[in-house]
Structure formats: C-alpha cells, structure tokens
C-alpha cells in the first residue's frame, strides 16, 4: 500500500540507551505496518522524566501521541493522559486477566501488555567469577580478591530507586501497606547496609545505562544488577562469558524485584479518532504469535502471549531460566498514584546517601517527613 506522508500516527517511547535492542526492532515494525496500513507510524523517543511530563499534562496540552510504548505502573496518567479505554474481549486467548489487569486503573482497562518481566537481574563475568555468591555475604568474603585485582565486586546504580527496592525488600520494606507508605526501619537498616557496602567497597556506584556496561564489557566489573531488557545488548557484547544469577540473599532473607509489563496505550482518545483502525491493526501484530516470536528470539525480551511463553519455557537457555526464575521473586509495581512520590522520596533517599555528611537517621527523618 502506498504510504500517505499526510497520515502520520505518532508513537512516544522511552529511550533507555544503546543497551534496549528492542527499539530496534519495534523501528522495523513501525516501517512494516506503515507500508501495510498506507499510515504513517513515526516514534519519537525521549527520556523517561520528558515521557511522564508529557503525557501527564495532556489534558492540559491537548498535545500528544496517538501511541505510546509504556510500562504498566504508568498507566496511573491514563486521565491526565486521556487514554481511550481498551475492549477487554482483544485479550482472549493471548494473555491471562492478571497480566493484561497490569494496564488498567480505576477498575478500566487502558492498556494492551506486549512484554513482561522488566526486572533487575544480575549479570556476571564467568571468566572473573568462579562461585556464584548465594548471600551477600559470600560478596563481602570475595571483595579482596577482586579489588587487588582492580575488579568492582559489584556494580549498582545507586542513584536510581529501581535499584533500591531489592535491598529493601531484604529488609521488610516492600510489600509496603495499602496507604503506600514507607516503613522507617526498613529504610534505615536498608540504608545503613548499602553504605557499608559502599564504603567497604563490595558495591561500586555505576549509571547503569552506560558506565557500568562499558566497565563491564571491559572486565572491570565481576557482576552487576541491571535490567533483563539488555540481556540482547550483554549477549552480543559479551557472549558465552556472560552469566546471570539469582539476586543474593541479604542477611539471609530473599531480596524481590519489581516487576511490571509494557504495552501500549492510546493517549488523546485515539480510539475514537479516524486512526483506530490503523492503530488497532498495528497492536494486534504486535499480539501475535508472529510478532511476540519476534521478541522472543531477535531481542530476547519476555512475550505475554500465552503459547509464546510456553514456547520460551520450553527452548530457554540456562541463562534465560534464570532470567526467568528472578520473576518466582518478585512484587508487581501499584498502578497508583502514590507510587510516585515513593519513588521522588527514595531517589531523595540516595542522593543523601552518596553524602558522608548525612546521617542515615537525617535520611530516614527527612523522607518520613
């Protein structure tokens, strides 16, 4: 079908840096269903704060995308957002009701889940690490070897909550209660365990959308917590040395990870505009077993659709099945509002942290303020 220039859908996305390959292939489909539908779909990328910011304010704006790639606890915008709703009967036979539930607010359903997962993982050096530590404490014991050596025993993003929440878990600190509030001990025994570590020198503060891959790459980092979403990019890079393992146990408690999916809504009530069709044709390849294969083998990323998991449990590689297994540990992020001051609040949190002047007692006063 000829392709109408005049007939743009526009799609926002999150750029998560060179490691998410999924935007390369979500690129290649964008070009596909253009030349199929005669529309043309045209991503705009932008960083995650821009992202929120943007489609928070349409109701004000008026201004936005007909599409949006988003992960499911961000459905919480889908009033400022002005999301069209979603007929839940797309979903039968592609995903379980707690799965595609993960994109709805308020009892409505504003959301169609592409991918799951989403979670931290931790990726390692099989050429630098020969025991795979079952507790943090194993860490602690190998710290020496490694920084004689001038390898980080670990690297962590400490300057981003995602990152946090593993460690808090450890410590009683999430679930947290149905006011999502945060529990002051488990902030501060969270926050006195990762200083010392820090201090020790077990944990090495790297940002994990680049440093901390590079000094991967490079050799300089034994292991590190990063997002399953780079598995593709890690593999490429690092092939058969590259290993994943199971959050250590802190304190000899199981650390959990958040999870969420990522699909698509429409903002600025696109459902009701002359682009559903279009839009609609594009989303249900996506669904597909052919599009949700696609993800699977070209990116390694985590399909919802039902057969298609059955197919990834049944051909997955042991790094994979580990991938996998962190998700047996794991609390789905609240699509609520509230969510977002906890993250403002812990973000706060780390930036105290990183002060030697700060006490942890000044950290935890001044978030449970």
Not at 103 to 124: D, T
Request: proline share 4%; glycine share 6%; aromatic share 12%.
């Amino acid at each position: 079908m000829n392709l109408n220039e005049e007939k743009e859908i526009i799609i926002w996305h999150e750029f998560d840096g060179i490691a998410d390959t999924t935007l390369s292939l979500l690129e290649d489909i964008t070009k596909e269903m253009s030349k199929k539908t005669g529309f043309n779909f045209k991503l705009h990328m932008t960083n995650i704060v821009e992202f929120i910011e943007g489609l928070s304010n349409i109701y004000k704006t008026h201004n936005g995308p007909h599409m949006a790639f988003i992960p499911s606890d961000i459905t919480v915008f889908a009033e400022q957002g002005l999301f069209s709703e979603v007929n839940t009967s797309i979903f039968d036979g592609y995903a379980d009701k707690k799965i595609y539930e993960t994109m709805s607010y308020k009892g409505k359903q504003y959301g169609v889940p592409i991918l799951g997962g989403n979670h931290a993982v931790i990726y390692y050096n099989k050429e630098l690490m020969e025991e795979i530590p079952k507790d943090f404490d194993d860490l602690i014991r190998m710290k020496d070897d490694f920084i004689e050596k001038k390898i980080a025993p670990i690297a962590i993003d400490m300057s981003v909550p995602y990152w946090f929440i593993p460690f808090f878990t450890a410590f009683g600190g999430w679930p947290m209660n149905e006011n999502l509030e945060l529990d002051p001990k488990a902030l501060k025994d969270t926050f006195l365990f990762l200083r010392e570590l820090l201090k020790e020198g077990v944990i090495v503060n790297y940002r994990a959308t680049d440093v901390m891959l590079d000094k991967f790459i490079e050799g300089k980092v034994a292991c590190m917590m990063n997002g399953e979403w780079i598995y593709n990019y890690m593999l490429q890079k690092c092939n058969e040395k590259l290993g994943v393992f199971l959050i250590p146990n802190i304190n000899g408690k199981k650390a959990k990870v958040t999870t969420s999916t990522i699909g698509w809504v429409f903002p600025c009530d696109s459902l009701k505009s002359e682009y559903k069709e279009p839009i609609m044709e594009f989303v249900k390849y996506m669904m597909s077993d052919e599009c949700q294969l696609r993800l699977l083998n070209e990116v390694h990323r985590i399909p919802v659709n039902k057969k298609v998991i059955e197919e990834a449990n049944k051909k997955a590689t042991e790094t994979t099945k580990n991938i996998l297994s962190q998700l047996k540990f794991n609390e789905t992020i609240p699509v609520d509002l509230k969510m977002r001051k906890v993250w403002d609040d812990l973000e706060f949190g780390l930036k105290m942290l990183g002060n030697e002047s700060c006490s942890i007692d000044d950290i935890v006063n001044t978030l449970m303020q």
